[in-house]
Nanobody, 125 residues
């Protein structure tokens, strides 16, 4: 089985920075789009940023200019550099991979969409 493993969450003061990372386990062939979503208490999960294998990015308006998403296609990893953090950025952040293809033995399989377990980001003084 393939899992997405996130790291880098924590507690930070307003105005501070954090870097989230996400890497898949297993024998990965390719991943189409990778992204970060977040869910605050009592709210729906929302897109933060996503990036295609070709490097095209999309950001939520609320994070434009403050967050930067990047990926390493060779390692199939994705990172989210978060700056100028605000209390309203507090949420559980989830990594997502769309059309993740992986090998099990010599056979190729695909997850249409795979989620990580989530990592808590808390912005508070």
């Amino acid at each position: 089985q393939v899992q997405l493993v996130e790291s880098g969450g924590g507690l930070v003061q307003p105005g501070g920075s954090l870097r989230l990372s996400c890497a898949p386990s297993g024998s990965i062939s390719s991943i189409n789009t990778m992204g970060w979503y977040r869910q605050a208490p009592g709210k729906q999960r929302e897109l933060v940023a996503k990036i295609t294998s070709g490097g095209m990015t999309d950001y939520a308006d609320s994070v434009k200019g403050r967050f930067t998403i990047s990926r390493d296609n060779a390692r199939n990893t994705v990172a989210l550099q978060m700056g100028s953090l605000k209390p309203e950025d507090t949420a559980v952040y989830y990594c997502n991979a769309e059309r993740l293809r992986y090998y099990r033995g010599s056979s190729l399989f695909e997850y249409p969409s795979l989620w990580g377990q989530g990592t808590q980001v808390t912005v508070s003084s």
